[in-house]
């Protein structure tokens, strides 16, 4: 976990130049850089660097060479936290009354997809006046995330934005729309947003894992009933990101998108 951090550290600190090379340009390209969320889109930038890198096993391990050792003690990381994923899935699938196999089967996880999305909030000199990311919640089934040690994660519970501490070697879990969807609404996606500080730069790396891109997810039918019908309409989770691309960072507004009027 820290040499990630380490890396994570060393990438952000490449110059400018160095950086662009990893800029990407459209959604589905495996490694972008970048500053704010989508800067074609926004009036206003969020207080915040990232690097996104697309992981799939049917792909070859496309990652920044730069800095050195970086791409390895990732590509590690990824593995693990697929586990991780993996073995937390089977006990939602469980904890929902299906066999413990459900969700893996039901969302294809054999060629899931994996973002790595790390985070770069330097000090603001007017933290009150910025935001690090806004108010929204994360597309896939479950995101493992962790931080640098300075807190700066809000979590909405009840109408209050909470805390999330940054509780040392610890990961947390988030649980994202498919999950959501797939669960028909018995596991609710977490709004979560990023404020900065002015004081120490905050670095936050999260690892989202989702269905495979092509898997068709929609709410499970051993979930529905006549009194539950099916919430969400079923998209492919290729779809569903490219929804969430033309939106902006908003809430829930991309499931918003998916809720079935019944
Ligand atoms: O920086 C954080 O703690 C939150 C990051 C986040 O929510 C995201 O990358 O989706
Ligand atoms: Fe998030």
Known sequence: MEAVIEGLRGFFDLTEEEKREFEGKNLLDPIRCGTSFNTSLEKVFF??????????????????????????VSLDYCKRIREVARELLK????????????????????????????NLYPPCPQPELAMGLPPH??????????????????TQHNGNWVNVNAIPNSFLVNTADQLEILSNGKYKSNVH???????ATRMSLGIANGPSLETM???????????????????TYKGYLELQQVNQLDGKSCLDRVRAFN
């Open 47 to 72: 207080w915040r660097d990232f690097l996104k890198i697309l992981l799939n096993p049917d792909h070859e391990f496309q990652f920044p060479y730069k800095p050195a050792g970086f791409r390895e």
């Open 91 to 118: 006990a939602i699938s469980m904890s929902l009354g299906l066999e413990p196999c459900y969700i893996e089967k039901a969302t294809n996880l054999e060629s899931d997809l994996q973002v790595f999305a790390a």
């Open 137 to 154: 919640s994360d597309h896939g089934l479950l995101t493992l995330l962790v931080q640098n040690g300075i807190g700066g994660l809000q």
């Open 193 to 199: 947003r990023a404020v900065v500080n002015s004081k």
């Open 217 to 235: 997810i929609k709410p499970a039918p051993e979930l529905e009933s006549k009194e539950q019908p099916a919430a969400y309409i079923g998209m």
